[in-house]
C-alpha cells in the first residue's frame, strides 16, 4: 500500500469459508441460494450482553497489525467515498449495491461510491484469483505478503491507515471477482465492513461476518448493530474501552430502535 505520510497501518483477511460450491450462482444476492437460506435461519434478537460483547470484540484489537496501538476505537469521522478499480462490470455493479445496502442500514455513516480515484478513501481492486498475492505484494512488499500469506491465509484482504487521532484516513480492499457470487458478495461485505473499523475477528461470537467460521454475503442484523454503535457520534475515534462502556447504554438503545426501524422488526 503506497503511504503518502506516516500512519498506522491494520489488516484483515477473509478466508475461504466452504463457498465454493456456489462458484456459478447468479449474481443478484436475493438470487443466491446459500444467502436466501442463511437470511431464512438468520437470528435476529439479541440481548444487550450479545450486542456489546461482539462489539468489544471486533471494535478493540486487530487480528493482523503491523504497527501501533490496537486498544482504541478507530472510524472514519467524515464522508466515506468508494471506488472500484477493476474492469469487471457486473462486480462493479454489485460493489454499487453492497455500498448502497450499507449505506441505508448504517444511520450516521455517509458512504457512497464514487467515479473520482482521487476523491475516494476506500479503494477496492477487484483481481483474478491468481493475481491476488501479487496484488498482495504488489501494496505490502513481498516478505509481508508472504507473512500474511503463512498468517492468514486470505480469499480477500482489506487494510486501512489511522492517524495519530485514530481516525481512518484510507482503506484498501482487495476483492476476487471469479469465485463465484456468494464468495463476492460475502467478502464484499465483510471487507468493506471491517476497513470501516471493526476490524478485530473473533472466533468466540457466532453472529457475526467477523468470525472466520462464519459466512454471511449480506449484511446481518448482528452486525448492522456493531456498524450502527461504532458510528454513532457518541463513539469517538480514539476512546478506550472504559470510555465506550460509560455511553454503551443509551447509544445501544437508540441503535436498537433505528435497526429495528430498518429491518421491521417487532
Partial sequence: MPQHRPSILVLVA????ACL???ALPAAATEVPAIAARQRNEKKVFTDPEIVEGFLKTAF?????????VDRIRKYDGPVRVFADGSRADRKAQLAKVVA???SKVQHLDIAMTENNEAANVVVKLVRDRELYRTIATFYGQER????????DPQCLSGFRKNENYEIEHSDVILT??????VFLDCAYEELLQSLGPINDTATVPWTMFNDNVSMGYFDVYDQYLLNLLYDPRIKPGMTVQEVKAVLPAVLAD?????AKVNHLE
Fill in 255 to 259: 441503535v436498537r430502535a433505528w435497526v
Fill in 14 to 17: 477473509a478466508t475461504l469459508a
Fill in 21 to 23: 460450491a456456489d462458484a
Fill in 61 to 69: 484489537g486487530a487480528e493482523y497489525h503491523l504497527a501501533g496501538r
Fill in 177 to 182: 471477482v471469479d469465485n463465484g457470487d456468494f
Fill in 101 to 103: 445496502d450499507i449505506r
Fill in 145 to 152: 505478503a508472504k507473512e500474511i500469506r503463512s498468517s492468514l
